[in-house]
């Protein structure tokens, strides 16, 4: 079956480390791979696209991989800072057959402690 | 600010009943989807709705409809509702059919009791 596998722990980081949070999947063959932070009581906001056919993707403090034949993605904060604590949600559109759709990991939450 | 618009923000009823959330897309997009997230399985696709008409379908219960308007804002419609229904619900809107990232709402609490 389909999965997006997040995660499930809370990541506890120290100001000024990087984060590296990771997102596996299976059986799907994505398009492109999309990240989001979402915090409490919020709607996600996006932050990254990255396609099938990069390798890497960059933003101000923030850095994503996308390794299509591991199956994963990593997405790295540097130089993390408390207002980056939330959860980061990776989604992935798929093509093929009906599906054609955006779906979410169930995403990973971030404390990032002063 | 996100430009989606949704209301209520909180809506608390009984089982059994009806009601109707609603979403008004930002400016422009023509594409709303529909998202339910609960504790226990985060981030859940329901429905696309592209310029009026379904484009896809998740694991939207029959007991759930929907429907995009001409003017663009959709509304999502939950009946015979039951304790697990209690989530937050949220719409996203895109520019277009293919427009990869979304934009979400604050979404609707709703709490079934």
């Known amino acids: 079956s389909q999965k997006i596998e997040q995660n499930s722990e809370a990541l506890n980081i120290q100001e000024g480390k990087t984060a590296t949070l990771t997102c596996n999947y299976t059986n799907y063959s994505p398009a492109y791979l999309q990240w989001y932070r979402q915090d409490p009581g919020r709607g996600p906001v996006f932050l990254l696209l990255i396609r099938e056919n990069e390798k890497e993707k960059r933003k101000e403090r923030l850095k994503v991989t996308f390794d299509t034949t591991l199956k994963q993605s990593l997405f790295h904060i540097t130089a993390s800072q408390p207002a980056d604590s939330a959860t980061y949600l990776c989604?992935?559109?798929?093509?093929?057959?009906?599906?054609?759709?955006?779906?979410f990991g169930t995403g990973t939450l971030l404390a990032v402690q002063p | 600010d996100s430009g989606v618009t949704q209301t209520p923000k909180h809506l608390i009823t009984a089982t059994g009943q009806r009601v109707t959330l609603r979403c008004s897309p930002r400016?422009?997009?023509?594409?709303v989807y529909w998202y339910q997230q609960s504790l226990d399985q985060g981030l859940q696709f329901l429905i696309q709705y592209y310029n009026g008409e379904e484009r896809a379908k998740g694991n939207i219960l029959e007991r759930f409809s929907a429907q995009q308007f001409p003017d663009l804002h959709s509304e999502l419609n939950l009946s015979s509702l039951e304790l697990g229904d209690s989530a937050l619900y949220f719409c996203?809107?895109?520019?277009?059919?293919?427009?990869?990232?979304?934009?979400f709402g604050s979404g609707t609490q709703l709490s079934v009791l």
């Open positions: 400016s422009g997009d023509l594409s």
């Open positions: 996203a809107s895109s520019a277009t059919l293919g427009e990869e990232k979304l934009f």
């Open positions: 989604a992935l559109r798929s093509y093929g057959g009906a599906t054609n759709k955006l779906i």
